[in-house]
Nanobody, 125 residues
C-alpha cells in the first residue's frame, strides 16, 4: 500500500516562505511522477507543480512560476515544494500526489493515483 504524508504547512505573512515535504512509503518511489495540488475553500482542487519520474523535469501552473520550486530526493523517497514570495491567494490545503506513469501533461486530479492527507498553508496580509 502506498502512503503519502505531507508536512511543513503553517501560517506565514505575505512575502514569506514555506517548504512542504511529502514522504512516500510503499512501492519504488522513483517509478512515480510526483505532484502538488492545492484546494482553497469553495474552489476545485488545482494543479500546482509536477516533477517527472525519469529526468526530474518540473512543470508549474502559471500563477506560481518563479516563486515555487518542486524537487525530489529518490533516496529519501520524498518530494518537496519550496514556496517563496507567498501571497494571500496561495492560501489553501496543499496535497501531495503520485502518478504511476509519465507526466504527459497530467494536471487533472483524476490522473493521479495516490494522495496525501493535505497540509494547510495560510498566508496573511
Amino acid at each position: 500500500q502506498v502512503q503519502l504524508v505531507e508536512s511543513g504547512g503553517g501560517l506565514v505573512q505575505a512575502g514569506g516562505s514555506l517548504r512542504l515535504s511529502c514522504a512516500v512509503s510503499g512501492r519504488a518511489f522513483s517509478a512515480y511522477t510526483m505532484a502538488w495540488f492545492r484546494q482553497a475553500p469553495g474552489k476545485e482542487r488545482e494543479f500546482v507543480a509536477a516533477i517527472c519520474r525519469s529526468w526530474g523535469r518540473a512543470y508549474y501552473t502559471g500563477s506560481v512560476k518563479g516563486r515555487f520550486t518542486i524537487s525530489r530526493d529518490n533516496a529519501k523517497k520524498s518530494v518537496y515544494l519550496q514556496m517563496n514570495t507567498l501571497k494571500p491567494e496561495d492560501t489553501a490545503v496543499y496535497y501531495c500526489a503520485a502518478r504511476e506513469s509519465d507526466y504527459s501533461g497530467s494536471i487533472s486530479r483524476y490522473e493521479y493515483d495516490y494522495w496525501g492527507q493535505g497540509a494547510q498553508v495560510t498566508v496573511s496580509t
